[in-house]
């Protein structure tokens, strides 16, 4: 028997791509508010919007356009230029949460949406302090 990830069933669910979308929005809007954040960012917020939006259909067993365009994830390389210590990682987890409550189509998942993007941005943590 083989383990079903959890995450790859949530696209399924969800239904349509949309509502991705609307997560990032609002955790962008999150970002654009955050003292600690906004300045890792860079000024044009639209590409970032959309790489994190595919990202996330990807990896929750939507359509594969991320690593199409942009290839393999390597997300803790694409990280490394940016300084992210336990506070920004903290910062980006309560912005994601804070998102995660603004779309209805993502309730049934949180527990395990929360999960994942909780241990994900653990690993991107690269500075101490
Ligand atoms: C731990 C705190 C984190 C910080 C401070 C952070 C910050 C950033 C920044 C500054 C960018 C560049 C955006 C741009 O070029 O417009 C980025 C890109 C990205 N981040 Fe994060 N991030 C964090 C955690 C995460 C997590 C947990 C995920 C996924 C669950 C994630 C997924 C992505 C994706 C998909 C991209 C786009 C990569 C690409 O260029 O293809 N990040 N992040």
């Known amino acids: 028997m083989q383990a079903i ?17 609307q997560l990032v929005e609002a955790f962008y809007q999150g970002v654009e508010k955050d003292p600690l954040l906004r300045p890792l960012y860079p000024e044009d917020l639209g590409p ?37 210590g336990q506070a920004e990682r903290d910062a980006w987890v309560t912005n994601m949460e804070a998102a995660l409550e603004s779309v209805p189509e993502f309730q049934a ?21």
Do not use: C, W
């Open 5 to 21: 990830d959890p995450l790859s069933v949530i696209y399924k669910s969800v239904g349509s791509e949309g509502p991705y979308y």
């Open 48 to 84: 970032g919007k959309k790489h994190l939006a595919q990202f996330l259909i990807q990896r929750t067993g939507g359509a594969t356009t991320y690593s199409d365009e942009r290839g393999h994830p390597r997300m803790r390389g694409r990280h490394m230029p940016f300084k992210i």
């Open 109 to 129: 998942h949180k527990a395990t949406l929360k999960e994942f993007f909780a241990s994900f941005a653990t690993f991107m943590i690269n500075q101490p302090g």
